[in-house]
């Protein structure tokens, strides 16, 4: 099946995980077996090896790094080795211990937030701590309502989907979807025509775990239908450190503390980005110095050769902010214009790069256009002029 071989292919780290977690939970009575047929595809289908892009260490196709490479084994599997999210991880750790209290599956939740930042990984450890299945998809692989449909009858009670990039999702796949989240039912139309008939079956109570970067397209009568809304934040230093210090760990990796704070400075506040860049900096150090220990100035020396400033910005974010600076003077730039400029879609502009430019004061969205803030003009080595406090409301 199509949609299957689209699960696969972009996941099959989590999917590994979904037939590993699966092992694992023999606890249920035969009465919450549910009885129709279960989706084996889903853990059959084979694993395409994926070809992460070299080169550009922040591209956003950073979520091909799922593919064919060990970020599984980066994973946090429980809710205490997660590092970071506060205020996330206390909301979680209330509805799970109340769920599992009152032995009730827990209620649907949306989690939204830029690239990389551990929303997969906080669905998986979800199920984990639930003791229950999760099945991994994405939205775009939901195309016909067979394929939500096969998904859900395969659910067990208390079982998590994990739909990601929750705003693709079809219109057909979404109005099957508001039945099911709210009623646990699944409402399906057999036929065409004037003999076209309604079915209505139920399901076993699951979760509905939703990810997406992009929280402002979901329809309302979808995210109204979240229990939980959760946004997940850039990273602080202080909890992108102790992340680059776990991972060098887990891959063995020599690495004193100003070696990996260097390596957290530049890496956007994302850990996914915080993992790649250590992967790089220990290649260097590999090749280059046999293997010495990474310490902070051969973190920074390294990080230069691969174009990652002081901040994190790499050459796309550079290049934005200078043609704002030099072609259009500190006014302000259409979405439209950065994309041509750059030559990456509007689409990675607004949801890859300009949420950290403007986490860091770099950037401001005006209703005229984008503006770049006299920090940038300073980082970037320009002189700001004096009248763009007026551009800015200030
Ligand atoms: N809190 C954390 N502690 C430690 N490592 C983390 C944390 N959050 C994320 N990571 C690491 O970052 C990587 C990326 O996280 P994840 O795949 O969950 O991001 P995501 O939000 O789902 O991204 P996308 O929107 O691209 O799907 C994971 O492999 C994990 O190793
Ligand atoms: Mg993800």
Redo the contacts with the bound molecule.
């Keep these: 099946m199509e949609s299957m071989a689209i699960i696969s292919s972009k996941q099959p780290d989590d999917d590994r995980q979904d037939s590993k977690v699966k092992g694992d939970r023999k606890k249920r009575l035969p009465s919450e077996e549910n009885s129709m047929p279960k989706n084996s595809v889903l853990n059959s289908a084979p694993l395409s090896p994926g070809m992460p892009e070299e080169g550009d260490l922040l591209q956003?196709a950073?979520?091909l790094?799922?593919v064919g490479k060990p970020?599984?084994s980066?994973?946090?599997k429980r809710l205490a080795?997660?590092?970071?999210?506060k205020d996330l991880k206390e909301v979680l750790d209330i509805a799970i211990k109340a769920a599992q209290k009152r032995s009730e599956t827990l209620d649907h939740l949306l989690?939204y937030?830029?690239?990389?930042?551990?929303?997969?990984?906080?669905?998986?450890i979800l199920a984990e701590e639930m003791q229950v299945n999760c099945r991994v998809t994405t939205a775009p692989a939901l195309e016909r309502p067979r394929d939500i449909a096969g998904l859900l009858v395969g659910m067990q009670t208390g079982d998590i989907l994990f739909i990601?990039?929750i705003h693709r999702l079809p219109m057909v796949t979404e109005e099957i979807l508001y039945a099911a989240m709210e009623d646990f039912r699944l409402d399906i139309t057999i036929g065409k025509g004037q003999s076209a008939k309604t079915r209505s079956l139920d399901l076993q109570r699951f979760t509905l775990v939703g990810?997406?970067?992009k929280v402002g397209a979901l329809t309302s009568p979808l995210r109204d239908r979240f229990g939980l809304v959760q946004r997940?934040r850039f990273?602080d230093l202080d909890?992108l450190t102790p992340?680059v210090l776990?991972?060098a760990e887990i891959l063995s990796t020599a690495i004193t503390p100003e070696g990996a704070a260097e390596i957290a400075r530049r890496a956007r506040g994302?850990?996914?980005i915080?993992?790649r860049l250590l992967r790089r900096v220990r290649d260097y150090v590999e090749v280059k110095l046999d293997g010495a220990t990474i310490t902070g100035t051969l973190a920074a020396e390294a990080l230069e050769r691969f174009n990652v400033d002081p901040c994190g910005l790499d050459w796309t974010d550079r290049r934005m902010l200078t043609v704002m600076i030099e072609s259009f003077g500190g006014r302000p730039v259409g979405l439209d214009t950065l994309a041509a400029i750059t030559g990456e879609d509007a689409q990675t502009i607004e949801e890859v790069y300009e949420p950290y430019l403007m986490q860091i004061g770099y950037l401001q969205r005006t209703p005229r256009g984008r503006i770049a803030t006299p920090a940038a003009w300073k980082h970037l080595g320009y002189q700001p002029p004096d009248n763009q406090l007026v551009l800015l409301g200030g």
Excluded: S
Aim: proline share 11%.
């Design positions: 956003p950073a979520r790094d799922e970020e599984e980066l994973r946090p080795e997660y590092i970071g999210q989690l937030g830029p690239p990389g930042l551990g929303k997969t990984t906080m669905a998986l990601d990039e990810a997406t970067t997940l990273y909890e992340i776990r991972t994302t850990p996914r915080a993992n």
